[in-house]
C-alpha cells in the first residue's frame, strides 16, 4: 500500500470524526488546540498489496486501445480532462516518482516541432485479486490547450514482459516518451515478490505513432545481482526491485543518461532468518539511442551500483533530479542513521535527507539532513505571549500554551535541480505546540515551504501557502483539526527557470469530509476519512523567494481528488506573459460503488485526469485585504520577560507600509532603535533587544506604524 509511513496519522489528524452528516460547520475563530499524532506508524513496507485486502471494484467498461475519454471540466485557472480509466487507485503509489511530464521541441522521428503532455499509468486488466496489473501511456497533444488537443492511449506497455503486473508507472518526456515501472512475478521461495525495474521508449515517439515501442528487453538491471541475494544462496537468486523515481535526461553530446532509485525489498522471512534487511540501490546507465541500441549500464564500465547503507541514512522515500551536466540529488524524508524497519517514524524525527552527485550518479556526497532550526531558521520555543495556541479554557481565562515546539515534515516531498545546480525541495512542514506523544498544530511554520540550496551555498527556507482553515471566514468542523497535512506537494521549472507548486488542501468555504480512507482498508487500520480537497498551485519568479496567492484548479467541493502528480516542465513563452502554465495528473475514486465501512479509494475503480493550469496571481500578491490569518497582529509581548541580558520583540504588520520600532527607558529617553523601514502585511518580524549595556529596570518598547502606535512593557533584571 501507499505512504504506510502516515496511515495513523490522518486518522488521528481526524479524532472524533464518525461520519461528515450532522457535522456542524461554523466560520473559523480562535479554537482550543486539538492534540495530534506525533508518530507515523509505517507497517512493514510492503510495495506491493497483499492477497488480505478485500476485493475491489471492476469498472465494467473496457476503454478501447487508441481512444481517451473526453470528460473535461473547466476552472477559472485550469481545464481538467479525464485521459484514462484504472481498475483501482494503486496509480502512482509514490508522489516522488513522476507520472507525468511534459515536452515541448523537435520530435525525435521526424524533427517536426511537437508539444505533448505524457502520463504513465496502471489501466483496467486486473490480476486475481483486482489489482491493475498493466502499464500504459497516453499522450495528448497541448500545443493548443489540453481541451482541444489529441489524445492518444497505449496497448499494454507490459504486454510480454515474464511477471503478473507492472507497479510504480514514471514518466520522463525527452524528444521521444520514456515510460519507466517494475514487472513483478510470484513470490520466491522465501516470500519476497520478485521484481525487475524496465525502461522503454516509443520508436514513432508521440501522437499517432506512439503506440510502436521497444521490446521488453530493456531491463534495467541485466547483468547485474544484489550482492545479499548473492549472498544467500537460499533466497531465489533474483532480483526484488520496486518503487523506482527514474530521471532521463540528454547531455550535450546528444547521450542519454539514466539515473534511478528502486527498492531491494526482502520478506519477513528472510529479515528474520537470514539477517537482511530492504535496501536502495542507484543505477545508471547511457544510450546513443535507446530505441535500436539499447542502454549501456554503469556495472558494464565499472561502476556498480551505489547501496544506500541503511545503518549511514534511513530514507523510506525518495524522489531523484538530474540536470544534463550530471548534476543530481537524491531526496525524501528521512533521517541519518539506521531506523528498524518494523517501527514507525516520528514526524518531529523526519527531514530532508539528501545526497548529491556530479557525475550522472556514478559517485555520491555523504548524506545529509536540512535542520528545521539550524538550517531554515524556524522558530524552536514558544511563549505564551505569542498567544498562537490555545490549551484550555477555564471560566472566564484563557491558557496559552508555552513551551518547545513541536517540528516536522510528513512525507509529501518533490526535489527538482536547475542548471545552475541548485537544489529545490518543496516539503509540507509540521509545526505548533509539544504534548504527550502528540502535538497542537499552528499556522506559524506549517504548511507547504521551499528549502531551495544554491551550488556551494547555505540552505534557504521560503513559504509557498499557508494551510487552508486559518483564514478569517474559512469554514471548520467541529471536532475535526482545522488543518489537511496531506499535501502530496510538486514542483516544477519553465523555460525562463521560474517555479510552480501544487498541491492538494481543503477548501476555504463548503468544505466536505469524505467517508472513505484514501490510502487504507477502514477493517485494517481504522478510519482515517478526512477533508475533501481541491488542487492548488503558485508561481514564483524570484527563484522561490516570493509566491502568489494560490489559485484553486479543480475548485470542486464534492469530488476528492487524491494521488497528485505535476509535471516537472512548465510552460511560460514570454518572462512576464500569463506567469506560465502548468501540468497535473490525478484521480478520482468512483465512491457511487463502494462503501465506506470496507473500501478505501485505492480499492475502488479510479478516472485519471489530467489538468492544465494558468492565470495565476501575480507574484507576491500577498496585499489581499481578504486573506487575514486568524491570531493576533501588531505589536507582540516579548520573550522572554523578565530578561537578562536580550530579549525577543515580535510584530507583524496589518498592512504594508513604513515601520519604527522604538525602546525607551523609564525616563522617556530612546536608547534604541530595532526597526525602520518598510513591512510587508501578513509577515511576522522578529528583532533582538540586548540590554548588556544596561542597568536593570523598567524599559518601554513602542511600534510606529500607518499612523498608529502601540507600547509595551519590559523588564530588565541582572
Not at 515501472?181 to 501522437?207: D, V
Not at 499535501?487 to 481543503?506: F, K, N, P, T, V
Request: net charge negative; aromatic share 14%.
Amino acid at each position: 500500500m501507499r505512504r504506510f509511513m502516515y496511515v495513523l496519522f490522518i486518522a488521528m489528524l481526524s479524532v472524533g470524526l464518525l461520519l461528515a452528516e450532522g457535522r456542524k460547520i461554523n466560520r473559523q475563530v480562535a479554537t482550543q488546540g486539538k492534540k495530534l499524532s506525533a508518530k507515523a506508524p509505517m507497517g512493514k513496507l510492503f510495495p506491493v498489496e497483499t492477497n488480505a485486502m478485500k476485493p475491489y471494484a471492476v469498472y465494467p467498461v473496457q476503454q478501447p486501445v487508441g481512444q481517451a475519454p473526453k470528460t473535461i471540466y473547466s476552472t477559472d485557472p485550469a481545464t481538467n480532462r479525464q485521459v484514462a480509466t484504472s481498475a483501482n487507485g494503486y496509480g502512482w503509489l509514490n508522489s516522488n516518482v513522476r507520472s507525468i511530464d511534459r515536452y515541448a521541441g523537435p520530435d525525435a522521428d521526424t524533427g517536426d516541432p511537437i508539444d505533448f503532455v505524457a502520463i504513465a499509468y496502471r489501466g483496467t486488466e486486473s490480476d486475481d485479486n483486482g489489482s491493475a496489473k498493466d502499464i500504459r501511456d497516453c499522450e495528448v497533444d497541448v500545443s493548443a490547450g489540453l481541451a482541444s488537443g489529441t489524445a492518444y492511449t497505449s496497448d499494454k506497455l507490459n504486454d510480454g514482459i515474464d511477471g503478473i503486473g507492472g507497479r510504480y508507472p514514471c514518466m520522463v518526456a525527452l524528444d521521444r516518451p520514456f515510460p519507466s515501472f517494475n514487472q513483478y512475478k510470484e513470490s520466491s521461495t522465501t516470500g519476497a515478490a520478485i521484481s525487475h525495474p524496465y525502461t522503454i521508449c516509443s520508436y514513432g515517439t508521440y501522437g499517432d505513432n506512439g503506440n510502436v515501442w521497444t521490446t521488453p528487453d530493456y531491463q534495467m538491471d541485466v547483468g547485474w545481482l544484489a550482492p545479499t541475494i548473492q549472498n544467500n544462496p537460499q533466497m531465489t537468486q533474483e532480483n526484488r526491485l520496486w518503487n523506482g523515481p527514474v530521471a532521463i535526461v540528454k547531455d550535450g553530446s546528444g547521450e542519454y543518461r539514466y539515473l534511478s532509485v528502486y527498492e531491494e525489498w526482502y520478506s519477513d522471512q528472510e529479515r528474520q532468518l537470514l539477517g537482511v534487511q530492504s535496501e536502495k540501490y542507484i543505477f545508471t546507465a547511457h544510450s546513443d539511442d535507446p530505441t535500436n541500441n539499447g542502454w549501456t549500464f554503469g556495472w558494464d564500465e565499472g561502476f556498480e551500483p551505489v547501496r544506500i547503507d541503511t545503518h549511514t541514512v534511513s530514507l523510506p522515500r525518495c524522489g531523484v533530479s538530474m540536470n544534463s551536466d550530471g548534476f543530481g540529488v537524491i531526496a525524501g524524508p528521512g533521517h541519518l542513521g539506521w531506523h528498524n524497519p518494523d517501527s514507525g517514524y516520528y514526524y518531529n524525527k523526519t527531514r530532508i535527507t539528501y545526497a548529491i552527485t556530479e557525475d550522472y550518479g556514478h559517485t555520491w556526497s555523504q548524506w545529509d539532513t536540512v535542520g528545521l532550526v539550524e538550517d531554515l531558521g524556524f522558530q524552536n520555543y514558544i511563549y505564551a505571549s505569542e498567544k498562537l495556541i490555545i490549551t484550555n479554557i477555564v471560566g472566564n481565562d484563557t491558557i496559552w500554551y508555552q513551551g518547545p515546539a513541536f517540528l516536522g515534515t510528513n512525507f509529501d516531498m518533490s526535489v527538482l535541480v536547475d542548471d545552475n545546480k541548485t537544489i529545490y525541495v518543496v516539503f509540507n512542514s509540521l509545526w505548533g505546540g509539544e504534548g504527550t506523544d502528540g502535538w497542537y498544530p499552528s499556522y506559524k511554520y506549517s504548511g507547504v515551504w521551499l528549502a531551495k540550496k544554491p551550488y556551494g551555498g547555505s540552505w534557504e527556507a521560503h513559504r509557498i501557502a499557508y494551510n487552508n482553515g486559518i483564514w478569517q471566514g474559512d469554514d471548520i468542523i467541529e471536532g475535526m483539526s482545522n488543518y489537511f497535512f496531506d499535501s502530496e506537494c510538486q514542483i516544477s521549472m519553465d523555460e525562463q527557470g521560474h517555479l510552480y507548486a501544487a498541491w492538494l488542501d481543503r477548501r476555504h468555504n463548503d468544505v466536505q469530509v469524505s467517508q472513505f480512507n484514501r490510502y487504507s482498508d477502514p477493517e485494517t487500520y481504522g478510519s482515517d476519512a478526512t477533508f475533501k480537497t481541491d488542487i492548488y498551485a503558485s508561481h514564483s519568479i524570484d527563484g522561490g523567494v516570493n509566491w502568489s496567492d494560490p489559485i484553486n484548479c479543480t475548485d470542486s467541493p464534492a469530488l476528492d481528488e487524491y494521488e497528485l502528480n505535476m509535471s516537472k516542465s512548465s510552460a511560460n513563452s514570454d518572462v512576464r506573459g500569463n506567469y506560465g502554465k502548468i501540468w497535473y495528473a490525478y484521480c478520482l475514486a468512483d465512491t457511487a460503488n463502494g462503501d465506506p465501512a470496507k473500501d478505501a479509494y485505492i480499492e475502488l475503480t479510479n478516472f485519471d485526469y489530467i489538468g492544465e493550469a494558468s492565470n495565476f496571481n501575480e507574484p507576491a500578491a500577498i496585499d489581499n485585504d481578504g486573506n487575514t490569518i486568524v491570531t493576533n497582529y501588531g505589536l507582540q509581548q516579548n520573550y522572554p520577560n523578565p530578561f537578562n541580558p536580550a530579549t525577543t520583540i515580535e510584530f507583524t504588520p496589518q498592512k504594508s507600509g513604513k515601520a519604527k520600532l522604538i525602546v525607551y527607558n523609564a525616563a522617556g529617553q530612546q536608547v534604541a532603535t530595532l526597526f525602520n523601514g518598510q513591512v510587508q502585511k501578513n509577515t511576522p518580524y522578529r528583532l533582538t533587544f540586548d540590554g548588556s549595556n544596561m542597568a536593570s529596570g523598567i524599559y518601554f518598547y513602542k511600534l510606529q506604524m500607518n499612523n498608529k502606535t502601540e507600547i509595551k512593557k519590559m523588564v530588565l533584571i541582572k
